[in-house]
């Protein structure tokens, strides 16, 4: 088993920057492709961006492109998200996840582990 804990999360208004972190236990954590979730009121949790098993390479969802960046340290087990120019529309628990895959993929059911999630409010 692999443990996830999310950190990082709070209220912040529009335009406001936020930074998520992940800290994996359990397993070894460069084995694994690391991800990030949301998942707003009344809403499937959709991806947010990924990265690969060696932090060489990215993905993100359109909606956060250019706003948001994703990170990771195997020497720390940590895996990282930036968020600037926050919207409301950004307001969600977002969750870190864990697939063993050498890149991430978008898919939620893909995903092997799972935190449980730190709530993300944009508003004014």
């Known amino acids: 088993q692999m443990q996830l804990v999310e950190s990082g999360g709070g209220l912040v208004q529009p335009g406001g920057s936020l930074r998520l972190s992940c800290a994996a236990s359990?397993?070894?954590?460069?084995?694994?492709?690391m991800g990030w979730f949301r998942q707003a009121p009344g809403k499937d949790r959709a991806f947010v961006a990924g990265i690969t098993w060696s932090g060489g390479s990215t993905l993100y969802a359109d909606s956060v492109k250019g706003r948001f960046t994703i990170s990771r340290d195997n020497a720390k087990n940590t895996v990282s998200l930036q968020m600037n120019s926050l919207k409301p529309e950004d307001t969600a628990v977002y969750y870190c996840a864990a697939v063993q895959k050498l890149a991430p993929v978008t898919r939620p059911t893909d995903y092997n582990y799972w935190g449980q999630g730190t709530q993300v409010t944009v508003s004014s």
């Open positions: 359990g397993r070894t954590f460069s084995n694994y492709a």
